[in-house]
Every structure is written in structure tokens, then in C-alpha cells.
């Protein structure tokens, strides 16, 4: 079992940034891949950034530029920068891992609320 908790999200204006923390309750070698999906109201939930166990990155064409994700080995720890924020950014922001198990499995946190007013 894993336990992922969030935090940083919040109410800031158009343009404004904030910074997503995802801490794990292990360590995150034990991971083969984390990431950041976010799901507005009455949508479905989205991919927005993930980042590999080598560093690897990928981002929805929505964010590129604006947001970079990253991790910190040391206090396992996976976070979202995002940067430009706009109106259509508002979303519920839910930390994602998928395990290095011959099983992988994956566990969600229990998600942060970024509102973004225009």
C-alpha cells in the first residue's frame, strides 16, 4: 500500500503560479513512473504531466510550457510547477504513481483543488 499526500493547491489569479507537492509514504524507487492528472467539474480526469523512474517527461499539449513536473529522491517527493496559470486550469489535481511491481499497481492521493480566477 501506498499513501500519496498533496498539497499546494489553491485560489489564485489569471496569470499567477502555485507549486503541486505529492509526498509518498515509500520510496519512490519503488516507482516506475509518477505523475499529475486533474479532472474539472463534470469532466473526465486528464493526464497533465508524468515523469519516469530515468526522468523522463511528458505533458498535455495544454500545459507545455507552462507547467514542469519534477521529483526529489531524497524526500520522495514528486512536484507540479505551474506557471501561466489559466481560467480553464481550475480542476481538482490528483498525484499518481504506478509501482516497479511484477504486478504493477497504482494508487492515487486524494487530490488538491486548484481554482484559478480569471
Known amino acids: 500500500q501506498v499513501q500519496l499526500v498533496e498539497s499546494g493547491g489553491g485560489l489564485v489569479q489569471a496569470g499567477g503560479s502555485l507549486r503541486l507537492s505529492c509526498a509518498a509514504s515509500?520510496?519512490?524507487?519503488?516507482?516506475?513512473?509518477m505523475g499529475w492528472y486533474r479532472q474539472a467539474s463534470g469532466k473526465q480526469r486528464d493526464l497533465v504531466a508524468v515523469i519516469t523512474s530515468g526522468g523522463d517527461t511528458n505533458y498535455a499539449d495544454s500545459v507545455k510550457g507552462r507547467f514542469t513536473i519534477s521529483r526529489d529522491n531524497a524526500k520522495n517527493t514528486v512536484y507540479l510547477q505551474m506557471n501561466s496559470l489559466k481560467a480553464e486550469d481550475t480542476a481538482v489535481y490528483y498525484c499518481?504513481?504506478?509501482?516497479?511491481?511484477?504486478?504493477?499497481?497504482?494508487?492515487w492521493g486524494q487530490g488538491t483543488q486548484v481554482t484559478v480566477s480569471s
Open positions: 499518481y504513481v504506478l509501482t516497479r511491481d511484477v504486478v504493477a499497481l497504482s494508487f
Open positions: 515509500r520510496n519512490i524507487f519503488g516507482f516506475s513512473r
